[in-house]
Every structure is written in C-alpha cells, then in structure tokens.
C-alpha cells in the first residue's frame, strides 16, 4: 500500500505517524498488533482442544475484543489526539465501550425476556441437550 500511496502526501502522513522507524509514539504499538492481535490468537484457536472447551473459546473471545479496542485506538487517535489525546483519550474511549456494552446488554435482555430461547415443542430437544461433541 505505501508504493500505491507514495506519490500522495496526505495519504503518506497515516502511515507516518503509526509505523517503527518513523514514530516514537504508535510504532510500538503496530508491532504489539502484527504479534499479539494477529499471530497469537492465530496460534492459539488452531488447536482443536482450545475450540472444543466453551470456556477457552470465552477467554480468547475477550482476549482478542480487548485487542481490537488497541487496534481501533492505534487507527484513530493519533489523528484525534489534538484534543482528547493521551489518558483522556483512553477513559473516552472506554466510556464509550462501556456504554456501547450496556446498551447492547439492555436489549437483549429486553427481548430475551420476552421470548422462549429454547424450542420447546422440537421433536428432538431431548436429544439435541444431550449431545456431546468428541
């Protein structure tokens, strides 16, 4: 992409101020994503035993949410950092996450409540519950 970019300024400029070598501040933060948003979880969902464990499957899940909130601050802050840069930028953020979560949460509930999550009159209820993958 920087070859396709190279003859545009202010396309260069993104890439500038997010890569080694050319920013003390999100360069690290770029090789923090390539190794542990990318390679890690790539690694560790590979096995079959991590994918047939409910509760592995949960922690690399928000393991891998917990990253991405470090890829969507490494893309946008260091274009909004004029104004809310720094641990203000952080809390913001956070905020917002936390909000966005308990909106979601809210209505799921709110419907949930309201309807049988369970199939009840299914033919094959009592043998789809049973079920256990080897």
């Known amino acids: 992409m920087l070859i396709w970019y190279a003859n545009i300024p202010e396309e260069t ?4 101020t997010r890569y080694p070598g050319w920013s003390d501040t999100f360069g690290p933060i770029s090789i923090v994503l390539m190794v542990f948003h990318w390679g890690l ?3 560790g969902i590979m096995s079959r035993h ?5 509760w592995a499957v949960a922690l690399w899940s928000l393991y891998i949410l917990v990253m991405h909130f470090v890829d ?13 840069g720094g641990a203000v ?8 996450v936390i909000g966005m979560v308990a909106l979601m949460l809210g209505l799921v509930i709110t419907v949930g409540s309201g309807t049988r999550l369970i199939p ?4 094959r209820l009592g043998e789809s519950l049973a ?3 080897i």
Not at 13 to 16: C, R, S, V
Not at 89 to 96: A, M, Q
Not at 120 to 123: E, N, Q
Request: charged share 20%.
């Open 13 to 16: 400029h993104w890439f500038g």
């Open 41 to 43: 979880p790539f690694l």
């Open 50 to 54: 991590v994918r047939r464990r409910p």
């Open 72 to 84: 969507l601050y490494w893309a946008i802050m260091p274009e909004a950092n004029v104004g809310a």
């Open 89 to 96: 930028g952080i809390v913001s953020s956070l905020l917002c």
């Open 120 to 123: 009840v009159r299914d033919p």
């Open 131 to 133: 079920f256990e993958n």
